[in-house]
């Protein structure tokens, strides 16, 4: 069954935006772990802490903050950052089992990452870099979608900017976009996927020419990094006929935009997506800002509408149907075979406690 993707384990993931992530308990349920996140009240850092309470399970994400505790909803028992049980009610002694699953978490680039897996192997080196979300000079507009299909489905979909021109025409499609080859470069080793597009005449779709005010014949290029299993960056630009940005988008007639990607699967059969638009041009202009914000979400809910049908589509087939792959699927299908053996590879250390 194509459209089921396992979960890779032993993996960073993104769980929330770091101002998600705050004196609330926010619950996320991340490759069927129910998890509870929340800020550490003295060095605000986050912690995430597994989501049921060892008494009757009721979820932590309902309970409270008291301090550097987390307090049940339902009977009170009080947990610290580590997962420790420090109180029960109505007895002096906690059970020394009283304890629940603390995650490895990282804050980075205004994302907050959790290690599902292992926590031994968790080496924050290896987490992905979003600059950009961070930096001074750029400007971010961003959300998440919960999406009822399988992870795979949306990284199939992020993999193959070709569906542009059908399901976002009038948005970021043109015909360009499927009439132009694309280039795939693989790098199975570093679990790195990259695919590009250069397209020297096109047309400028509505969501670059209202926010850059560019109406005639555009350069545009389209650069996709995937970094397996998590975040997919999409660097973008565009610029006159004529005028080619140059490398470092330091052309003034060139503009740079960073499309961001975090796919975390949440259950089987649900993902979230979340997806940010950034910019280093038109930095102190609120309406390019709200433009991209408003458009942006638009083309992300067709793409979950997309998805949602397509998930529902499959679950009705009979089993044993056969996919027909193409040229513009040489980025997903070498997506798919990291994950593969990402997913392989998570499988093998069978430490775990929970
Ligand atoms: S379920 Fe948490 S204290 Fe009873
Ligand atoms: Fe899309």
Redesign the pocket.
């Known amino acids: 069954m194509p459209h089921v993707t396992a979960f890779a384990r032993n993996q960073w993931y993104v769980a929330a935006y770091r101002h998600e992530v705050g004196r609330e308990p926010l619950g996320r349920t991340l490759l069927g772990e129910p998890l509870v996140l929340y800020r550490d009240a003295e060095d605000g850092s986050p912690v995430a802490l597994h989501d049921r309470c060892v008494h009757r399970r009721y979820p932590l994400s309902q309970g409270v903050l008291d301090g550097n505790r987390i307090v049940c909803g339902y009977h009170g028992f009080a947990y610290d950052r580590t997962g420790t049980c420090v109180y029960v009610p109505g007895q002096k002694r906690v059970p020394r089992t009283a304890r629940v699953a603390s995650y490895p978490v990282l804050e980075q680039d205004s994302l907050v990452w959790v290690w599902i897996g292992d926590p031994a192997l968790a080496d924050p080196r290896t987490i992905p870099r979003a600059r950009h979300l961070d930096a001074p000079g750029w400007v971010t507009v961003r959300g998440m979608e919960p999406v009822d299909a399988d992870y795979g489905l949306l990284v199939d979909?992020?993999l193959d900017?070709s569906?542009?021109t059908y399901?976002?025409g009038g948005y970021?499609g043109t015909p360009e976009v499927a009439e132009t080859p694309i280039t795939t470069e693989v790098d199975e080793d570093a679990g790195l996927v990259r695919v590009s597009r250069h397209m020297d005449d096109a047309e400028c779709p509505s969501f670059y020419s209202r926010s850059t005010g560019l109406t005639g014949r555009i350069t545009r290029r389209q650069h996709i990094e995937y970094h397996a299993p998590c975040l997919y960056l999409l660097h973008s630009r565009i610029a006159p006929v004529g005028a080619e940005p140059e490398p470092d988008g330091s052309d003034p007639h060139g503009f740079r935009t960073e499309i961001t990607y975090a796919i975390t699967p949440s259950t089987d059969g649900a993902v979230y997506d979340f997806w940010a638009v950034s910019r280093n041009w038109a930095t102190n202009d609120p309406e390019v800002t709200e433009f991209l914000r408003t458009s942006n979400h638009t083309?992300?809910m067709?793409?979950v509408d997309?998805l949602n049908l397509l998930q529902r589509t499959l679950g009705s087939e009979r089993t044993g149907y056969q996919e027909l792959s193409i040229g513009i699927d040489t980025g997903g299908l070498a997506a798919r075979r990291i994950l593969a053996r990402l997913v392989e590879e998570g499988d093998k250390p069978a430490e775990q406690v929970r």
């Open positions: 979909n992020l900017l569906h542009e399901l976002h970021i083309v992300v067709q793409d997309a």
